[in-house]
């Protein structure tokens, strides 16, 4: 680790070092929490998409019109 | 009346049953995730991989994640990411938690969803813990010395 940030801060190397990754510790579990989200989010717009296909495709073969016609 | 039968007979008679209608799909009934809402996913996954892997590495950015010194582990960097989770967690986890616990209350059954909570909810449980340690220790050295 540079000894000029531990300078600027007025902390002594080791306190900084230990400051520095313990911050990064808790980015990265925060970082954890939002990232499961946020690619969670690109999976459900891909289930929407395959599902949204399928409907249309049902629609196609399986017309409800003619399916629920009362004659 | 005797148009109703005649219509019968002859085989143009055309009613609305209502039983049969119940079995009509609504048009646009499919939900689901919207363009928008998955751009936003994008963004936010650029941001979060750009401030916790990419500006750590940058030389003068350490000093700016431990401004100001006073405040322990809270400082700018980690309260904003903090903002930026708790924000992210309740945009597009808010609808994955109440399904989450929908299942495990009324149906009694845990699925991807719930798993996903756990996950997304240890971690920021965790995250809050980290950081009474952090201020604990901060105190405890301050009134040390």
Same mark, same amino acid.
């Given at each position: ?71 | ?55 750590? $590495? =940058? ?9 100001? !010194? &006073?405040? /322990?582990?809270? *400082?700018?960097?980690?309260? +904003? ?22 299942? $495990? =209350? ?9 798993? !996903? &909570?756990? /996950?997304?909810? *240890?971690?920021?449980?965790? +995250? ?18």
């Amino acid at each position: 680790m540079d000894m000029s940030h531990s300078n600027k801060l007025n902390m002594n190397s080791s306190d900084f070092e230990h400051r520095l990754a313990m911050v990064e510790e808790l980015v990265h579990m925060m970082e954890t929490a939002s990232l499961i989200l946020a690619i969670i989010t690109l999976g459900k717009y891909q289930e929407w998409k395959a599902k949204r296909s399928i409907a249309t495709m049902a629609e196609k073969i399986f017309v409800a019109d003619s399916l629920l016609q009362n004659e | 009346m005797y148009e109703y039968i005649k219509k019968e007979y002859s085989g143009t008679l055309k009613e609305s049953d209502a039983y049969l209608e119940g079995f009509r799909k609504s048009s646009n009934s499919l939900e689901g995730v919207k363009l928008n809402k998955l751009l936003w996913a994008l963004a936010t996954i650029a941001i979060f991989f750009v401030c916790s892997n990419i500006l750590p $590495l =940058v030389d003068w950015f350490q000093d700016f994640a431990l401004f100001p !010194v &006073s405040s /322990g582990v809270l *400082s700018f960097y980690v309260i +904003t990411m903090l903002v930026l989770s708790i924000s992210t967690m309740i945009i597009f986890g808010r609808e994955t938690f109440q399904n989450a616990y929908t299942n $495990l =209350v009324k149906f009694k059954i845990l699925n991807m969803e719930s798993l !996903v &909570s756990i /996950g997304c909810v *240890s971690s920021l449980l965790m +995250t809050f813990w980290m950081i009474a340690i952090g201020v604990i220790e901060e105190a405890s050295v301050n009134s040390s010395g």
